[in-house]
């Protein structure tokens, strides 16, 4: 089993700023994109950004000019920058990483074997 370690959630108001970083094996974090998903209550779990080696990058919609992805190669850490949160926004946020060099996990779409984090909880309210 492998561990991806996360961390920099919190409660924050409308408006407000958060970063989220997320640690992984090496030898993961050096073949396979990674990316966050989050799952708020009720709602299915949905990706909110993805990178892959190359640093092509994708953004759900609702997140786009608001949140930005990016990953430091010598620390084996991806980020998730999340700026102008909104009430919206608030659900566990999970980091992920591909399993494999065909994983459709960049595209919202992630394999069973896929490798996931503990979840942070991220909550923007007033």
């Known amino acids: 089993q492998v561990q991806l370690v996360e961390s920099g959630g919190g409660l924050v108001q409308p408006g407000g700023s958060l970063r989220l970083s997320c640690v992984a094996p090496g030898s993961i974090f050096s073949l396979y994109p990674m990316g966050w998903y989050r799952q708020a209550p009720g709602k299915q779990r949905e990706l909110v950004a993805a990178i892959r080696n190359s640093g092509l990058t994708n953004y759900a919609d609702s997140v786009k000019g608001r949140f930005t992805i990016s990953r430091d190669n010598a620390a084996n850490t991806v980020y998730l920058q999340m700026n102008s949160l909104k009430p919206e926004d608030t659900a566990v946020y999970y980091c992920?990483?591909?399993?494999?060099?065909?994983?459709?996990?960049?595209?919202?779409?992630?394999?069973?074997?896929?490798?996931w984090g503990q979840g942070t909880q991220v909550t923007v309210s007033s």
């Open positions: 992920n990483a591909g399993s494999s060099s065909r994983s459709l996990s960049y595209f919202g779409i992630p394999d069973d074997d896929d490798y």
